[in-house]
């Protein structure tokens, strides 16, 4: 079962920076779009910022002109640049293909904004 696994997580003060990482199997990198998404307690889990096999990017609303996806396809790497951190940013992130597949899902990384 190929599962992505994510780092970079921690406590972050607001207007802080992070950086995460994402890594899964070439398979999976090869072939796919890949985002990361979030989730908060009591919510579904959304995507914030996707990137596909052409390094076009997306981001939602939320994050928009703050986060930047970026792969690096010979590491199977994803990685999220948080810049501008808010406290609503205060989730656990984890990766995923577009659309996701719930074999993928790993243990995610806590992003915690505080001061």
């Known amino acids: 079962q190929v599962q992505f696994v994510e780092s970079g997580g921690g406590l972050v003060q607001p207007g802080g920076s992070l950086r995460l990482s994402c890594t899964a199997s070439?398979?999976?990198?090869?072939?796919?779009?890949v985002a990361w998404y979030r989730q908060t307690p009591g919510n579904q889990r959304a995507w914030v910022a996707k990137?596909?096999?052409?390094?076009?990017?997306d981001y939602s609303s939320s994050v928009k002109g703050r986060f930047t996806i970026s792969r690096d396809n010979a590491k199977s790497t994803v990685y999220l640049q948080m810049n501008e951190i808010r406290p609503e940013d205060t989730a656990t992130y984890y990766c995923?293909?577009?659309?996701?597949?719930?074999?993928?899902w790993g243990q995610g990384t806590q992003v915690t904004v505080s001061s």
């Open positions: 995923n293909v577009i659309p996701s597949n719930s074999a993928f």
């Open positions: 070439r398979r999976i990198f090869d072939y796919n779009t």
């Open positions: 990137i596909n096999l052409a390094e076009a990017v």
